[in-house]
């Protein structure tokens, strides 16, 4: 099973006020209360897509499952089968990223709007969410954009402190909207790059050797 969430669905948000001016220091080494998030970087939409095609096998098998949280359930089946297996997966595909957000993220940030958040949800306290939930910051012009998206696939947006968190009622939904932002990337490649991307890779191999 899947679960799904008693979320009153609104957009609530002003892209007038929105957190803008981020540097590349600030988005890698972080500039929210979320510490243990780590920063995407610069992941191509290729990288996003093949998150998004993996995400979609584990939804759908957990679709299918009797467990109360079949994602949960499948994802303890492969460590216990192949702990390598999981941990590569994990790592390099979905980025350490609970899977039924991890393409939203993604996809997000193949779509350079930045990320600090991301947690799917669940029905026990591993989770720090109440409902699956992604934190992302835009600039007004993708913020238009992935407003449309959001309300398009019944997505929500909050935003406090200038940052957005965009949520649904299962990681269903959010998948959806991590497709349909795929599915536009032509229109977020035509806005023009937000300043933190330039520099952020170089930053990011300067703080993993420290």
């Not at 948000?13 to 957190?19: C, F, N, Q």
């Not at 096998?57 to 999981?86: C, H, K, M, N, Q």
């Not at 909050?158 to 599915?183: C, F, N, P």
Request: net charge negative; charged share 25%.
């Amino acid at each position: 099973m899947i679960p799904e969430f008693d979320v009153d669905i609104r957009r609530d948000y002003d892209v007038e006020t929105l957190h803008t001016g981020l540097s590349a220091e600030d988005v890698a080494r972080g500039f929210t209360d979320h510490h243990e998030y780590e920063c995407l970087g610069l992941p191509s939409w290729e990288q996003a897509a093949e998150c998004l095609t993996q995400e979609a096998t584990f939804l759908a098998r957990a679709g299918r499952s009797d467990a109360p949280e079949g994602v949960e359930a499948i994802l303890d089946e492969l460590r216990d089968a192949d702990d390598l297996g999981y941990a590569e997966l994990m790592a390099y595909t979905f980025r350490w990223n609970d899977v039924g957000v991890a393409g939203l993220s993604l996809a997000l940030s193949a779509a350079r709007i930045a990320t600090f958040y991301s947690c799917s949800g669940g029905l026990d306290e591993h989770h720090h969410a109440e409902r699956p939930t992604v934190g992302a910051v835009p600039d007004p012009e993708r913020a238009r954009l992935l407003a449309r998206l959001a309300e398009e696939h019944s997505c929500g947006v909050e935003q406090k402190y200038g940052r957005w968190y965009i949520y649904g009622r299962s990681v269903t939904d959010m998948h959806g909207l991590g497709r349909a932002v795929l599915v536009a990337r032509d229109a977020f490649d035509a806005l023009p790059q937000p300043s933190w991307t330039e520099g952020l890779s170089q930053l990011l191999e300067e703080l993993a050797e420290e």
